[in-house]
């Protein structure tokens, strides 16, 4: 079964930073790009960033360039979000997902993990 | 406010047809595939349409999309209270060179 577990969300506070690790399985993680989508409480759907199956190719959003760094450790099965100068509206669950961004099929999702930033 | 637009709600009656709009730009909908997810109260989104029209395994025909130009639609048959959920679009955006989502729409079968 394919399955994305993700991990490392919780409360910090403005100006912190967070690691979150999103663990796949049931398939050959290194064939496929990845993906961090984000959805802040009673909001839509945000897209994060992307990371190509060999991190050659990286996209962030420009809510959060130059503050987030996606990574991911194809021995290990998994993909990283490292979050730093956290603010107050980078609150959100966090979902990391499988699939090309260029085709924006992202199919599966994880559960999710629950950021908040707060003083 | 998003780059694609979607209709806040729509409503129908069980086992009524419903459409769901997305409206976008060159630079998005325009050149690039459109996805559709379907998010259940209090879980994960799902994917329902990839690559304008076409369906995952598992994704009953009742689902359709189709695409013109810059704008998508979503299309769903023989609505069940099951299918009550935050619905959106979704595709690349080649200008901002950035994913872009609608602000999804919100089901409610009648």
């Known amino acids: 079964e394919v399955q994305l577990v993700e991990s490392g969300g919780g409360l910090v506070k403005p100006g912190g930073s967070l690691r979150l690790s999103c663990a796949a399985s049931?398939?050959?993680?290194?064939?496929?790009?990845m993906n961090w989508v984000r959805q802040a409480p009673g909001k839509g759907l945000e897209w994060v960033s992307s990371?190509?199956?060999?991190?050659?190719?990286?996209y962030y959003a420009d809510s959060v360039k130059g503050r987030f760094t996606i990574s991911r450790d194809n021995a290990k099965n998994s993909l990283y979000l490292q979050m730093n100068s956290l603010r107050a509206e980078d609150t959100a669950v966090y979902y990391c997902a499988r699939g090309s961004w260029y085709s924006f099929r992202f199919d599966p999702w994880g559960q999710g993990t629950l950021v908040t930033v707060s003083s | 406010q998003s780059v694609l637009t979607q209709p806040p709600s729509v409503s129908a009656a069980p086992g009524q047809k419903v459409t769901i709009s997305c409206s976008g730009s060159s630079s998005n909908i325009g050149n690039n595939y459109v996805s559709w997810y379907q998010q259940l109260p209090g879980t994960a989104p799902k994917l329902l349409i990839y690559?304008?029209?076409k369906r995952p395994s598992g994704i009953p025909d009742r689902f359709s999309g189709s695409k013109s130009g810059t704008s998508a639609t979503l299309g769903i048959t023989g609505l069940q209270t099951g299918d009550e959920a935050d619905y959106y679009c979704g595709t690349w955006d080649s200008s901002l060179s950035g994913g872009v989502f609608g602000g999804g729409t919100k089901l409610t079968v009648l």
């Open positions: 990371i190509s199956s060999s991190s050659s190719y990286i």
């Open positions: 690559e304008n029209n």
């Open positions: 049931g398939f050959t993680f290194s064939s496929y790009s």
